[in-house]
């Protein structure tokens, strides 16, 4: 295969394998969500569902990387530095503690950032994953308004486009050891892609 051939899979085949990963275990996902401090957890996901689920969305040496020059999921080809980059998407999780509009602020900078100086033309997606959890003592539907009130603000003045996503609303309920109560977790996925 030439290089002119090789291409990162359209935004819209990357968004579906998410969605196809974490709609098969919401248990693990809506555990792994309630513990996290940041989106760790969602990298190492899409790391997973990018790499290791089969049929592959990738061509030949194509793989997605983590954390590579400061990009949460690189797509590249080759197995050593330095790789050549085909797209990249970047990751925020957002909860319902009342810190979110500044990581959706830092996402919407990161999808417009220049790589190694100049523009890549390579395609990007950008993840925004509202973490709801009863545990935070905070209404579902008021969190849900209040990010997107900031994605509104934020996304309102840049040239990315919301991709559709199927929803993430059904809650998973998970019982916690040593006698603690029930608690509801609920994530959404919403994408953007600069134009």
């Not at 990963?21 to 513990?35: E, I, N, T, Y």
């Not at 049929?55 to 954390?67: D, G, L, N, Y």
């Not at 950032?113 to 009863?134: E, M, T, Y």
Request: charged share 20%; glycine share 4%; net charge negative.
């Amino acid at each position: 295969m030439s290089d002119d051939e090789f291409q990162c899979p359209d935004p819209s085949i990357l968004v579906e394998r998410c969605v196809a990963h974490f709609r098969s275990q919401p248990d693990r996902l809506a555990k792994a969500s309630l513990g996290a401090a940041c989106e760790q957890w969602l990298n190492t996901e899409l790391f997973l569902a990018y790499n290791f689920i089969e049929p592959s969305i990738f061509v030949e040496t194509m793989w997605a990387c983590t954390e590579d020059k400061k990009i949460d999921l690189a797509i590249v080809r080759g197995s050593t530095k330095p790789y050549q980059l085909y797209g990249y998407v970047e990751n925020k999780a957002v909860y319902a503690n009342g810190k979110h509009a500044g990581p959706i602020y830092n996402l919407s900078l990161q999808l417009h950032r220049a790589k190694d100086g100049v523009i890549n033309q390579a395609p990007r997606l950008g993840f925004i994953f509202s973490c709801w959890s009863s545990y935070w003592r905070c209404e579902h539907s008021a969190f849900i308004e209040r990010v997107e009130f900031s994605i509104q603000k934020t996304f309102a003045t840049t040239t990315a486009m919301r991709l559709p996503c199927i929803s993430l609303t059904d809650r998973t309920t998970l019982q916690w050891q040593m006698d603690r109560p029930e608690v509801e977790v609920c994530l959404h996925p919403i994408v953007f892609h600069p134009r």
